[in-house]
């Protein structure tokens, strides 16, 4: 826990500069446009600990896998996100010194990340070692508006002096991962140019070829005499070198206009050229010009995502920062792009696609944005299925079943422990889950008959060959699994698992039948394009669905996490100590393993996904079961938990548990928030408040809502797409407003009872 | 499979040189004295594929943990024998040209390990590009009787013209690992001296500063004129040159004495002057002086252990290969010491000692050497015992329980795969039953009360933490196991190990018992010293025996592998089409894991550990059960089950398993005898002949036989100690003799009935 920045509605601010904290205000500092991202690294030269981190996304590097002991069926790479040409320096020389905040004495430091706009700002007043005064401010975001662009504005005043002043905008290709398994540069092939006022570098990423040009220029406003300009070019490093007699009290503002282009929206050939191109259209528009249509998206984007909570303002900077950073990272508009656990905030997981997107960002997404958003997070997996059954054939599975990888960028599997990579599957089912809850959520029905069914009938064909018959049993069973609780490995039977798979056959066999008749010809082409012989294997699933083992214990009445758990010493989380939590940080791997402490929700992950077939007894026992044991040590865990604690009416429980995720990353609970912000467990906290204290749910193609208000707040309001509506839910402490922003009526279920809303009405409950 | 050697009693012989065998070859001639080993890499340069391997027992390097994902509890380093300075070396220049058999025509090679007499013998005419021919006859052995001596003689004759000859005898400190984790040189602090006759090279190990230096001298015997003498002194290389007028027809041989000393045996100070003495001390002797005082100690060692199979060759020649070998390895004179998987033959498992020591190893020194050899390899464990217990401690245990490492050097852990360092600790069971195994064999009742109990009680202690009790069973179990069996990671209740755990406590019960009155003083002071309070703990490890859950089938009458193994699917090993054998290289890891098939006896290794406990019924039961599962994937396979088999009068099977033992790395079964030879697995393999087919075994201090004999034998005979006696038994097809060479009667029990053999007399039964 590390908490120094200040609350603050709609912003975040830092004030004083503490070295010890700037990587983490790297991380939490972040700005995007979902094309790109970048850590809030300093513009200026610093010499203390930094992490360099400049992302664009979709371009990786497929880094050879590092391992002790090699597994049959390890992937050969790890493809990483890379650390790309950094385009945000600008180093500042004054009479001879440099600017360098790690070297400096610096007064009235003050960083603000204004979520409303999109903008970093940061100002601050330097001494340097020689008694040199400057006040410094700065401002840069990325631009939502022109996808390309990047814009900074740097502001230098000398306070006790007349001088030099030198400011040296660049841009530096000579960057590293940190996590690189062999320590070498994944860039190669540089070209770099340099004009007065202007310079470019080129690069290209060694064995995936992804190639992308960084184009930068600038100009100043100032009283001041520029009375010397320099370039400098170099293979890796290009930039302006501008000499500036500088008068005391007269500030010297520069803006670098930076262009971002990559090889996945432009022939390689024209990139040079393309990126020229760019450079000019982002030159003829002043920054504060770039900024207006900017701040309007964002503007859009707020209004369908916001919540708004009255009478806490840590929960509302908290929630905001979180639905903030989500649109940052994924605008979805480009389906060749994902969500990384830590989008552009840090190397960590390598940027790859994990099971979070479907299982937590798709039902965000789904909520405040149009469709097409997460048809796209959908169609992603879809232009990944060959690669997924090719994946599936490296394990021994054949006919086209298609395991989808644990960790990817392009659909091959990326990572490489075999406990996860060969037995974490379940990931498979969250996939086919997202398609069930995108057509449930719009009602694009249409999906399931063109990209949907191709999906979940490879899935569904890898479930039926990774089942085994048990001739003990008599049933169905599956071995050799991690379940979602990876603090149990290679066990027998995990209750979320089996449950999935077998959600996943029945449900691709509901699709099939329903669309039989109505669209038979799009069916015909599917079934012929992946050799499906409807018959044969319909009735070997629905042989397998039928005699599907699914571990309980009857005594107690839960679902049983694996066959052996029971097995194990039952102790409960409230009795650990708190001096051995984390347990991952004290415990040695086996211990953990051995132990009945739950990592994240498991069982309760399936009774969150299929609440709908269980009664709320056994909802309950469950809970009570396996939440004392679980100690919410992935940031996915507490969300699941607490919007399964609202709708138990465990109202404490349920805002204890929302409180662990909604400022995870601000208040740095675990100390790790240098390493980037835990992106998609975000979309979680998200879920907490819409689905956990609003009750949002779709049953049947039907808006349902069943809100609570925890007990510290005196209301809270959240926006959600539903279909051709756009609602306002406001929540009380006694009544419900619900604004249906659309030209439609709009039947929906409130508390059980179906209410209709008409156009444009705000009804209060 | 891949046999190119010539079948022979007492010798391999290789004729013919082909490059792409060579390093298996340099895998299957090595040699060494149990302090050190070699490869028989070539003397002379050769530029094709080798693995140059030079060792020093108990010289090693802490190489930094390398993993993919760290877990907790891992060790920082993996010690890994060392690839030392090469001494070997005699670089030879005919004419100008380079004397290098990947270049020359070769003809007429001939490479001889003579195993009766330690020596490596080769001989070849190789002509060079330029058509100068030489005839090359060379012998090399590493000195029995001086311990830090190796002799060559190299000898050029040229065929076909006069002119010079140069020798370069050197030794080359500039030698790498092959397996490194980060390709780094494990060595430093070079010290190299060289003078007109003799050098010296002195280097330290990188961490572990292990010194060791290496001396060489020469002496020539020719007609022909040495012309000039140069000496060679770069850091890391010494040697010497010597032109040589030869004349054509007229043989130069070059004596190279070598000398390899270490800081295991020498103070670091002197090592330098020590090997100056050493040196002197060995060319004090000629070559034929030394090479018949080594000759001399072995005929010692196949006085005692030599097994001869009259009938089939290829037999007798592969069961002296395993016997030889192993002395080559271990000799028992040094308890600092222990033997790899890959002895001195190579790198593979870093060279570091394994719980094969204890089951397999044990039982052939026991019968094959004096006690105090068998005692040693107790003592290294017994040295270790605060290192286990600090690995204990490391994973969460503590009161002084011990976990022997999966893999070790010095005591430390090296192991970093989770299911295997954290989880396959039946290990610590080896452990204590070699102690048992010791003192029934040799009667030294007197190593527990000194040695063995500290021991017995730290492994006790552990397994008394590591079961934990099951509410659901009521009963202990066992859980995150991996058994013998790692074709299964991550089990609950092996039965082999809670078997194992369950006999541990037993037997330290028993033995805290037995002497409690004989032997108070003694256990007074081990308890006094390890904290035991033999009341409590006595009580502790009651309970959990009384109450240990031992897995079985009742309808199968089957002990089960792990709670869950009946569970998978039941295919026999031998339905797996052979296209697919071996498993681990045709199929993903998980596949392999999910599969009922088992790589190395798991059950079946208790059973043979525990036979007196089970009637032939059960044990039958039980192999026929799971042998028919078992893919004998592990070189330490076969020779449990052929025991076995010949235990329940399974001749054929126990033939058939024995064949899979017996010439492994000669015929090179698996393709894998460039990596080295499977030094632990043969004395498996005379395990299978000594106490399988001749069924010998130790109960209540008397020593049994059951013999049968394979059909495709005529006879065979066996040597073995046995307390004060040594006996030779010889097992025909009708009958048995044995000799009772010693100068006191022995009972023995032969077939189940006690009988008297007199001394010195041979017994026909």
Redesign the interface.
């Known amino acids: 826990m590390n908490k120094y920045t200040k609350t603050d509605e709609w912003c975040i601010i830092e004030e004083g500069f503490k070295p010890q904290n700037q990587c983490s205000s790297e991380s939490i500092f972040s700005i995007g446009n979902g094309r790109m991202g970048q850590r809030a690294n300093f513009e200026e030269h610093y010499s203390g600990e930094t992490l360099l981190g400049t992302y664009i996304g979709g371009v990786y590097y497929n880094d050879k ?5 090699w ?3 390890y992937p050969e790479y790890f493809a990483k996100v890379l650390n790309a040409p950094n385009w945000t320096g600008i180093n500042i020389n004054i009479n001879g010194e440099v600017l360098d905040l790690a070297v400096c004495r610096t007064e009235n430091f003050v960083r603000i990340l204004n979520m409303k706009e999109g903008l970093l700002e940061r100002s601050f007043t330097a001494e340097t070692p020689n008694g040199k005064r400057v006040k410094v401010s700065c401002k840069r975001f990325i631009s939502m508006a022109d996808k390309e662009a990047a814009l900074i504005s740097y502001s230098v005043k000398p306070l006790n002096f007349s001088g030099e002043i030198t400011f040296t905008p660049y841009i530096d290709g000579d960057v590293f991962n940190k996590d690189a398994n062999y320590d070498e540069q994944f860039w190669e092939s540089y070209q770099s140019e340099a004009d007065n006022g202007s310079a470019t570098l080129y690069a290209v990423t060694k064995k995936t070829a992804f190639h992308v040009c960084l184009g930068m220029k600038y100009s100043f406003e100032t009283k001041s005499t520029i009375k010397k300009t320099e370039i400098i070019s170099k293979t890796k490093f290009v930039g302006n070198v501008i000499t500036i007699d500088a008068i005391e009290g007269e500030e010297i503002r520069m803006i670098k206009y930076v262009a971002v282009l990559s090889s996945l929206n432009h022939e390689p050939n024209n990139l040079q050229n393309d990126t020229q191109n760019a450079l000019a259209r982002i030159t003829a528009q002043t920054f504060e010009a770039h900024f207006e249509a900017h701040k309007k998206i964002w503007a859009e984007i707020w209004k369908h995502s916001d919540i708004v909570i009255n009478g806490d303002v840590e929960a509302q900077q908290g929630i905001r920062f979180n639905i903030f950073q989500l649109n940052q990272t994924y605008t979805g508009d480009d389906n060749r792009l994902n969500i990384g656990p830590k989008g552009f905030t840090g190397e960590k997981y390598g940027g790859g696609t994990y099971w979070d997107t479907e299982a937590y960002c798709v039902p965000f997404y789904l909520a405040t944005a149009s469709a097409e958003v997460g048809r796209n997070l959908l169609l992603y997996r879809y232009k990944q299925l060959d690669k997924a059954i090719e994946n599936a054939e ?3 599975f054949s006919g086209g079943a298609a395991l989808y990888p644990m960790v990817t960028m392009d659909g091959t599997e990326s990572h ?4 996860i990579t ?2 974490e599957i379940h990931r498979n089912g969250a996939i086919a889950y997202a398609i069930h809850n995108y057509v449930n959520y719009t009602g694009d029905e249409e999906y399931i008959t063109t990209y949907g069914l191709p999906v979940l009938i490879g899935i569904s064909r890898f479930w039926a060959q990774r089942c ?6 008599e049933m169905y ?1 599956m ?2 699994i991690t379940g979602p609780n990876e603090y149990e ?2 066990v ?1 039977n995990n209750w979320y698992t089996n449950k999935i798979a077998k959600w996943c056959m029945e449900y691709t066999m509901f699709c099939v039948e329903k669309y039989a008749e109505d669209k038979s010809e799009a069916l015909k082409a599917i079934f012929s394009k992946y050799n499906f012989d409807r018959e044969k294997e319909v009735t070997q699933w629905r042989k397998i669905c039928e005699n599907m083992y699914l571990p309980e214990n009857k005594t107690k009445g839960i679902f049983l996490q694996q ?2 758990y ?5 102790i409960l989380a409230a009795d650990l100590p708190s001096e051995i939590r984390p347990l ?11 132990s009945c402490f739950i990592k994240q929700a498991d069982v309760l992950q399936g009774i969150f996904f299929f609440e709908e077939e269980y009664d709320l007894d056994t909802i309950c026992r469950n809970f009570d079961f396996y939440e004392a044991r679980t100690v919410h040590e992935s940031s996915l865990s507490p969300c699941v938990h607490s919007i399964l604690a609202s709708k138990l009416g465990k109202s404490e429980k349920a805002y204890e548990l929302y409180l662990r995720t909604a400022r995870l990353d601000l208040d740095d609970y675990n100390n790790e928030a240098h390493e980037g912000l835990h992106i998609t467990s975000m979309a979680g906290t998200w879920m907490s408040v819409v689905m956990g204290f609003g009750g949002l749910r779709v049953r049947n193609g039907v808006l349902c809502l069943e809100p609570v208000i925890p007990a510290a707040w005196q209301s809270y309001t959240f926006n959600v797409f539903f279909r051709d509506h756009n609602l306002k839910v406001q929540v009380s402490k006694n009544k419900c407003s619900i604004l249906n922003n659309s030209e439609k009526p709009l039947n929906i279920c409130f508390k059980n009872n179906i209410i209709q809303i008409q156009a444009n009405q705000n009804k209060e409950l």
Chains 1, 2 share one sequence.
Do not use: A
Not at 65 to 69: C, D, F, K, L, S
Not at 468 to 473: A, D, F, G, M, V
Not at 584 to 594: A, C, F, T, Y
């Open positions: 896998t590092r391992v002790g002991w597994k049959n069926g490296k394990l021994g490489n422990e075999w406990e060969f037995e085994t018959w048990s001739e003990e049993r069973v071995l050799g490995n290679n027998n066959d052996n029971l097995d194990k010493e039952q991952n940080q004290h415990w040695s791997w086996d211990r953990i393993l051995r």
